[in-house]
């Protein structure tokens, strides 16, 4: 797999082999990639932070799994719709860049999720 | 941008020039990436499967906005753990592809939800 | 089971029978309740609205399964944190019934989702 | 407000004046469900577990509004399903009591999570 255009193809002809574009309305496939996301949190809801940047073998192989979830909705949703994710991805960093300058945040005091 | 891994080169270097990596514990950035993936089903929640295959621009905007969010922390969380993002969807496709061979899926009249 | 505050009461026990507290911190419990929500997403996410309003009886059950595990979190949050749930859903209720003037709401072209 | 029938009938009545009926499908409100759940978890992601159970007051005004929010929506979808929440949450102490018996689960090695 080189990149994300080939992921989005390869999924697209996954589930078009299988007759499964019918279940694939982008409300659907928001609520599958919010499940998804959730599969990852269960893995990491009763450890502690420092337990979580430790994980073992096993459960280090489950989230690996779970974020490959969350990729293939994320990817199929974003081709439902046509958006390039790496574009808005840019964007977003462009964004949050002029949003948040790193000299002023840096020295800042406020709590991180004030921003 | 050209491909994931520079992405994730490019929030590496966003978070530490800003002093944010002692927020992203693995278990912090798993919680961020869930409660962007319901900002995307916010976007959707209220309008029919139909309304949700052809969206306003405005509406389809903010929803490119809101999957860039889940991507931002998916490299993030990917990239904190060592994951290989391609690696992971390719592994699972091959997978999927065993589990659900697309001739017998095709004509099974169970619903899609119990595979 | 006559009311939350007994339920509440229940859960406090259960948990402390266990020596489970350890594990409820505020953050923890937080991420549970969105977890059981999702299972509750999940039971949906590929029906369609009209089969979601006419569920067949293993799923109506499995439902109402996940519905009390969100309401098991509900409470157990809102007890660590001296919460009185009936109270602030009396005071939203409040704060709703001036922000959306029934009258003013229901002639209004405008769609639901921009409230 | 006295309990939880109570609060199920003006939530039934404050959406039947604002003509809001029509949007709310069991399907829908499980989204509007995880989605307020999700804005609860918003308000916990960058906090330490310690600091989340030391809330200022400001921040547990709105962890209290959030929660009724999910309350809010979770009795509205078993209302619409005839669900009884405490019945039900009553039913799944039950079970959890039969599966995890206190005395072997207090002085079990095993992480909690693997329950």
Chains 1, 2, 3, 4 share one sequence.
Do not use: C
């Not at 309305?25 to 269960?42: G, R, Y």
């Amino acid at each position: 797999m080189r990149d994300l255009p080939e992921l989005a193809a390869r999924v697209r002809e996954f589930v078009a082999e299988r007759d499964w574009d019918r279940f694939h309305s982008p409300k659907n496939l928001a609520m599958a990639l919010s499940v998804e996301a959730s599969e990852v949190v269960e893995l990491f809801q009763w450890l502690t932070e420092e337990e979580s940047a430790a994980l073992d073998d096993d459960r280090h192989r489950r989230v690996a799994e779970e974020l490959a979830d969350v990729l293939w909705f994320l990817v199929r949703l974003s081709d439902r719709l046509d958006i390039d994710l790496l574009e808005a991805a840019e964007r977003k960093l462009a964004a949050n860049a002029a949003k948040y300058p790193a000299d002023r945040v840096r020295g800042d005091a406020r709590k991180y999720d004030e921003y």
